[in-house]
């Protein structure tokens, strides 16, 4: 069974510009969580879509927004970057169950540094 | 809100020693508690879980032990490797509150031969 995958593993932006960061979720798996990972802040929770709806959000600007296709597919987009921005984003898919314990499973991430 | 603390490191340990990696938390409800451990270069991998208190969680050599009274969850491995330098990092979620994933800061560790 393939993994969660991320696309593109590594990207260059300057300040201002606008990003989309793709993950593809493992067959199956109706939810998708994104998490964004820095040196100084750790990993935090953005948010997670579920049947193509948000269904959590973090405490994140709405510079930061996400769609989720109905194949499950998930885009993640941050306008107007800022240098802060850059970081490593993690997305995770699980099955997303009203009840009981949902294991994640993460993708290796999207690597952005903006300049 | 919730929250996890965790030792940060670095962790410098000789090949063969013995590992604890200690990790706290602060939540209200009840929630599941997660060891993921990240490789360079990678992304989070599951090393070990626990849903409820007294519940020990195990892989690879590594333990962690849900303790509800003393809001813990440590790590420990009897005989390290080198291959387990990583950064390890403890997590909760409650998902009866539709929460997400909380993790705590990482602690990296550097096993050496």
């Known amino acids: 069974k393939a993994g969660v995958t991320q696309t593109p593993r590594y990207l260059i932006k300057t300040r201002g510009q606008q990003v989309t960061l793709s993950c593809s979720p493992i067959s199956g798996h109706r939810s998708v969580s994104w998490y964004q990972q820095t040196p100084g802040q750790g990993l935090q929770f953005l948010f997670e879509?579920?049947?193509?709806?948000?269904?959590n959000k973090g405490n994140f600007p709405g510079r930061f927004s996400g769609r989720q296709f109905s194949n499950s597919r998930s885009e993640m987009n941050v306008s107007t970057l800022e240098l802060g921005d850059s970081a490593l984003y993690l997305c995770?898919?699980?099955?997303?169950?009203?009840?009981?314990?949902?294991?994640?499973?993460f993708g290796p991430g999207t690597r952005l540094t903006v300049l | 809100g919730n929250s996890v603390t965790q030792m940060e490191g670095p962790v410098t340990l000789s090949e063969e020693a013995f590992l604890t990696i200690n990790c706290t938390y602060t939540a209200t409800g009840y929630p599941s508690l997660f060891w993921y451990v990240q490789y360079p270069g990678e992304g989070l991998q599951l090393l070990l879980k626990?849903?409820?208190?007294?519940d020990k969680g195990s892989n690879k050599g590594f333990e962690a032990t849900y303790r509800k009274e003393t809001t813990s969850f440590h790590l420990e491995k009897g005989s390290v490797q080198v291959s387990d330098s990583a950064v390890y990092f403890c997590?909760?979620?409650?998902?009866?509150?539709?929460?997400?994933?909380?993790f705590g800061p990482g602690t990296r560790l550097s096993v050496l031969p």
């Open positions: 995770a898919s699980s099955l997303g169950l009203a009840e009981g314990y949902n294991e994640q499973f």
């Open positions: 879509y579920f049947s193509e709806t948000q269904r």
């Open positions: 997590a909760l979620s409650d998902y009866r509150r539709g929460q997400n994933f909380v």
């Open positions: 626990a849903t409820k208190a007294d």
